[in-house]
Antibody
Framework: EVQLVESGGGLVQPGGSLRLSCAAS????????MSWVRQAPGKGLEWVSA????????YYADSVKGRFTISRDNSKNTLYLQMNSLRAEDTAVYYC??????????????WGQGTLVTVSS | DIQMTQSPSSLSASVGDRVTITCQAS??????LNWYQQKPGKAPKLLIY???NLETGVPSRFSGSGSGTDFTFTISSLQPEDIATYYC????????FGPGTKVDIK
């Protein structure tokens, strides 16, 4: 059974940093691209970033480019999102999501339950 | 950037009704479109991929159609457990979600 478990969310001040993690199990992690998708309170879904299975290709939404970095450790079956220079508008539940292919098609067949990031002073 | 629109933004229907949601892309995305269901407090769930393919395990009352810029999602007979928000998503160029359609029971 595919399982994706996010962690690392919390309250952070504007301008601060936070690193999210997503622990994967139930599938061969290195064989699939992964993404982060966020949802602000009461709002719709917004794709944030994607990474190929090998980690060699990364993609970002314009809203986070230059501030967020996606990475993965295939030996630990873990996906990461390093978030710097955080803004109030980054407040959201952050989901990790699995792609059905190794290359990042940026579509999602499995999702984690999400971790809440709140950016506030 | 490709923009996605959905209509209606919300709807209320009776159990057993046929429900239709439309999704439009700002440019041709071929069939690179998925549909997700999100229940309150839960993660989204993939229902339809590549515009018209039913994800494994998803009830056959859900269906999708379309290509190019215009897409349709249908619930053939609305059930109480279908109360949720439904999102379309294009992956022709990176990724963009539609704003969602909230479905309620009348």
């Amino acid at each position: 059974e595919v399982q994706l478990v996010e962690s690392g969310g919390g309250l952070v001040q504007p301008g601060g940093s936070l690193r999210l993690s997503c622990a994967a199990s139930g599938f061969t992690f290195s064989s699939y691209a992964m993404s982060w998708v966020r949802q602000a309170p009461g709002k719709g879904l917004e794709w944030v970033s994607a990474i190929s299975g090998s980690g060699g290709s990364t993609y970002y939404a314009d809203s986070v480019k230059g501030r967020f970095t996606i990475s993965r450790d295939n030996s630990k079956n873990t996906l990461y999102l390093q978030m710097n220079s955080l803004r109030a508008e980054d407040t959201a539940v952050y989901y990790c999501a699995k792609d059905p292919l190794e290359m990042a098609t940026i579509r999602f067949d499995y999702w984690g339950q999400g971790t809440l990031v709140t950016v506030s002073s | 950037d490709i923009q996605m629109t959905q209509s209606p933004s919300s709807l209320s229907a009776s159990v057993g009704d046929r429900v239709t949601i439309t999704c439009q892309a700002s440019q041709d995305i071929s069939n690179y479109l998925n549909w997700y269901q999100q229940k309150p407090g839960k993660a989204p769930k993939l229902l339809i991929y590549d515009a018209s393919n039913l994800e494994t395990g998803v009830p056959s009352r859900f269906s999708g159609s379309g290509s190019g810029t215009d897409f349709t999602f249908t619930i053939s007979s609305l059930q109480p457990e279908d109360i949720a928000t439904y999102y379309c998503q294009q992956y022709d160029t990176l990724c963009a979600f539609g704003p969602g359609t909230k479905v309620d029971i009348k």
